[in-house]
């Protein structure tokens, strides 16, 4: 009897950790949020539990010599928002990528983009039907499956086939999307307690077709192209942007990978030759904060923007401390944190 009592009693515990990992549509980074990524030299190098409850990925040792910039923007405010007006958050990937949104709470899909097929001028790029990215709420062993398809219409040279005079290309993509595994994410800029990992199959079919006079559109040798990647993505409760991301190809072979290194309210940005060991989630917040930490002999006071004293003494501990801000109006505070060797960084968080 006594162990029945405690298989319930893990189970049931097993299911509220389970239910903690879950993300919403509010965790999409709000417009004018930039996001710090590195970029992994060696993506092969990495090694990870693909499946699972209560997962340890240690990426902490990865090697990063290269970094790139995300921008999250308002869609009407880019030069291309008449071509997807249905879009309420865009992706600024570089100066001639960007990414179309339309997030609601229940369903978030791609619904088009802005690329340069090659000729060095961007084109608008629809997504129809639309790419569904998530169902909402999305937590440990949801799965999505979505198929969609962009068209695009140019000249062959647009296309690498110089000799022919117009060029047709469909591409079909197809994703199978399930949430493996939930657990700690440890990175070079501080760990991430509640984290969801998501492997992704993403399957592009490319058709193609040329335009001859007398017999119209023909297919095109060579095609249909079909090739397939695994994307595993790993989410935190900070964000719906994935804090860590590898790709395999079809061959089983790793060939990209990064991971995010600050600049998401949470943290400053982190460079390999920092120091950074904090991470706040639940920023902004209503009524507590967690403070992760990977370092021991930290204190914490918390100040408003004043710079009137409001707690003191906080003991910080290596993994997870929760600080009781339910008495705290809305507003800007600072925490302030120092270790037993005198040096001291600062921490901004909001209450709603």
């Excluded at 298989?7 to 417009?31: G, K, N």
């Excluded at 869609?75 to 997030?103: C, D, H, K, M, R």
């Excluded at 998501?198 to 490319?206: A, F, L, Q």
């Excluded at 058709?207 to 397939?228: E, L, Q």
């Amino acid at each position: 009897m006594k162990q029945l009592i405690f298989f319930f009693a893990l189970l049931l515990t097993s299911c509220i950790l389970r239910a903690q990992v879950v993300i919403y549509d509010s965790l999409w980074p709000e417009p004018g949020t930039s996001i710090y990524i590195r970029i992994v030299d060696d993506p092969s190098s990495i090694h990870f539990a693909h499946f699972g409850e209560n997962v340890n990925w240690d990426f902490t040792s990865l090697v990063s010599s290269s970094q790139d910039t995300i921008a999250y923007v308002d869609p009407a405010n880019t030069p291309y928002f008449g071509s997807f007006p249905q879009s309420n958050l865009a992706i600024n990937l570089g100066p001639s990528e960007i990414v179309y949104l339309q997030n609601d709470e229940s369903i978030s899909q791609l619904v088009g983009i802005i690329g340069d097929p090659g000729t060095g001028t961007p084109m608008a790029i629809p997504i129809n039907p639309a790419l569904e990215l998530f169902q909402f709420p999305y937590t440990y062993g949801d799965s999505i499956l979505s198929t969609a398809q962009a068209s695009i219409l140019g000249t062959g040279a647009m296309f690498g086939q110089p000799a022919l005079d117009s060029m047709k290309v469909v591409s079909t993509i197809i994703t199978q999307r399930k949430v493996m595994a939930w657990g700690l994410l440890l990175l070079p800029c501080g760990g991430f307690p509640e984290t969801l990992l998501e492997k992704g199959i993403i399957t592009r079919i490319d058709s193609a077709w040329t335009k001859v006079p007398f017999f119209g559109w023909i297919p095109v040798p060579g095609f249909p192209m079909i090739t397939t990647d695994t994307m595993y993505n790993w989410f935190t409760a900070n964000s719906i942007h994935p804090f860590m991301q590898l790709v395999v190809d079809q061959s089983g072979i790793p060939y990209s990978a990064s991971y995010y290194s600050g600049n998401l309210q949470a943290i400053e940005e982190y460079s390999p030759s920092g120091n950074f060991p904090f991470v706040v989630s639940q920023n902004p917040f209503e009524n507590e904060v967690s403070l992760f930490s990977t370092q021991s002999g930290w204190n914490a006071r918390l100040f408003d923007y004043s710079g009137r004293l409001l707690l003191d003494d906080i003991k910080v501990k290596i993994g997870t401390t929760r600080i009781d801000l339910s008495g705290l109006k809305t507003g800007v505070y600072l925490i302030v944190l120092k270790n037993d060797k005198g040096e001291v960084t600062t921490i901004k968080i909001q209450k709603h």
